[in-house]
């Protein structure tokens, strides 16, 4: 096990680590700017190695996330949900706060705009944050009584067919008893951070962040009657692969293709937590409101048309 921290922000943190969507346009000079800021309040600056290698800066110490989670109070991401959901998953056994400045289009983790980060940052780093945990899920494909792949999700488990090719029929259990098998073009296992992703999209439930629970959201079910449910975050769900084709599971971005017949997922929540930070004042049903447009009404003349 690595060496863990408190999960909260400290008190004048001294070591940043700084994260970046390297190849997204501008985010150079931003980067740039954040690691400046920094060095002017007297931080100890760390560049996670993908992003150093990818912008020219000089002066600074380059880390693995391995290497950050050990010596980082704090970790900024700058990029989009991806950037934040592959360092969240590899910072997340140390426990390190993540701040996210949103370069992506979305933004439901990198919450910060670029015209804003250096004031909010200012006052965050100075202690002015609110800290919010977040759950992850880690799963197994066990073939033949061994475990072939394990990995976490910050978002979810999906088990899926392949493009172009038949439904996929799942047996589906929670904590050992049977719940049903589908005959679906897959099954989505989401987080309450994921149920805005993928799960959304396939018409599931939106779960607020600090709800204990799993949702379980079939992708376009053959029966209209399977229809998403949400499990208790102490569950063990087993997927079992009964038929199809060219079927596949993803966690998060990490897949492993050419599942076989009887082949077993295996999701349950994860002991680590990530820990994100927001400027005060922050809200959840702020971020939904903008980023599903829910401050949005057509105009009277448009609901006559």
Do not use: C
Not at 125 to 141: D, F, H, I, P, T
Not at 179 to 193: E, F
Request: glycine fraction near 10%; hydrophobic fraction near 40%.
């Amino acid at each position: 096990m690595p060496p863990t921290k408190p999960a909260s922000l400290p008190s004048g943190p001294k070591t940043v680590a700084i994260v970046g969507k390297y190849l997204a346009a501008g985010s150079a000079q931003s980067l740039s700017e954040i690691a400046g800021f920094l060095d002017q309040r007297g931080h100890n600056v760390i560049f996670e190695t993908e992003t150093a290698l990818n912008i020219a800066l000089e002066g600074f110490v380059e880390m693995t996330p391995a290497q950050i989670g050990q010596h980082a109070d704090v970790a900024i991401v700058l990029g989009g949900d991806g950037t934040m959901l592959g360092i969240a998953r590899q910072l997340a056994p140390y426990k390190v706060p993540l701040i996210g400045i949103n370069q992506g289009r979305l933004g439901f983790m990198t919450d910060i705009s670029l015209d804003r980060m250096i004031p909010l940052l200012d006052d965050m780093l100075s202690g002015k944050a609110e800290s919010e945990q977040r759950s992850l899920l880690e799963g197994s494909v066990v073939r033949d009584h061994h475990i072939i792949f394990h990995g976490l999700a910050f978002n979810d488990v999906v088990v899926s067919r392949g493009t172009g090719s038949g439904m996929v029929e799942l047996r589906v259990e929670v904590d050992g008893r049977f719940m049903y098998n589908q005959r679906s073009d897959g099954l989505i296992v989401a987080t309450p951070t994921g149920s805005t992703a993928y799960a959304l999209s396939a018409g599931g439930p939106l779960l607020h962040p600090s709800l204990a629970g799993i949702g379980l959201v079939p992708i376009a079910p053959h029966a209209l009657s399977n229809r998403p449910i949400v499990v208790p975050d102490s569950s063990e769900i087993v997927i079992e692969v009964i038929s199809g084709r060219d079927i596949s599971v993803n966690f998060d971005m990490q897949s492993l293709a050419s599942l076989l017949h009887h082949d077993r997922i295996v999701v349950k929540r994860s002991v680590h937590t990530i820990t994100f930070l927001h400027p005060q004042g922050w809200s959840y049903y702020d971020t939904l409101r903008e980023k599903l447009h829910w401050n949005e009404y057509p105009s009277v003349e448009g609901q006559l048309k």
